[in-house]
């Protein structure tokens, strides 16, 4: 039986090559601290960190009979780096994911506003329009008018006006999801307090 106190990270990886679980244990104690503190330096959470490093070494023990590993330290940092970057990368997924969810949740509830104050809010809105976009759209969608008989009165194309209603309703979907997004932060603020 071999004793890996004081040998090499080349003594070390022939061991774990050959399966050593000896070999493995004597890696783990030289190298968990300062992969742990690398860890922890980049995510900045000491328990997600302890789960990072934990499967590290699970990894490097799994796959031991196919590495080619020279510089062991370096190979261990690398390794954490990338799980660090899948950790944040999943992190913000979650977060982006999350914040979609809150925002569906917000489009979905039903808001109870009498018509005359939402016309007064889409005509206050529509008034920063180009004045054809406003027109085109106030009587298309508003007034109920057939999109032809809007551009027959504009002297526009038909296909030029739907242009004009389609880029008005991506401008309030905009401007609707930050308002919502603006909910969600305040009242989240206002929760937490």
């Known amino acids: ?5 004081h040998c090499d990270d080349q003594g070390l990886l022939t061991g774990l090559g050959k399966g050593d679980e000896q070999a493995f244990t ?8 300062p992969m742990y503190f690398l860890a922890c330096k980049r995510i900045q959470q000491e328990e997600e960190a302890r789960e990072i490093i934990q499967e590290v070494f699970y990894t490097l023990w799994s796959k031991r009979a196919i590495l080619k590993i ?9 390794m954490v780096r990338y799980a660090v970057y899948r950790a944040l990368s999943k992190e913000k997924r979650k977060k982006e994911y999350l914040l979609k969810e809150r ?3 917000m489009n979905t509830i039903p808001i109870d506003i009498d018509n005359k104050q939402l016309l007064d809010l889409l005509n206050n809105y529509t008034e920063k329009l180009p004045e054809k976009y406003r027109i085109v759209f106030l009587h298309h969608k508003l ?6 008989s809007v551009a027959h009165k504009m002297g526009i194309s038909p296909r030029t006006a739907e242009g004009y209603v389609a880029r008005v309703m991506s401008l309030i979907r905009t401007y609707y999801q930050k308002v919502s997004v603006l909910i969600i932060v305040l009242s989240e603020v206002f929760l937490k307090k």
């Open 70 to 78: 020279d510089n062991l330290q370096g190979y261990l940092a690398s």
């Open 1 to 5: 039986m071999t004793t890996y106190t």
């Open 143 to 148: 007034l109920d008018e057939p999109i032809e």
């Open 103 to 105: 925002s569906k949740e």
């Open 26 to 33: 004597a890696i783990y104690k030289r190298y968990w601290k």
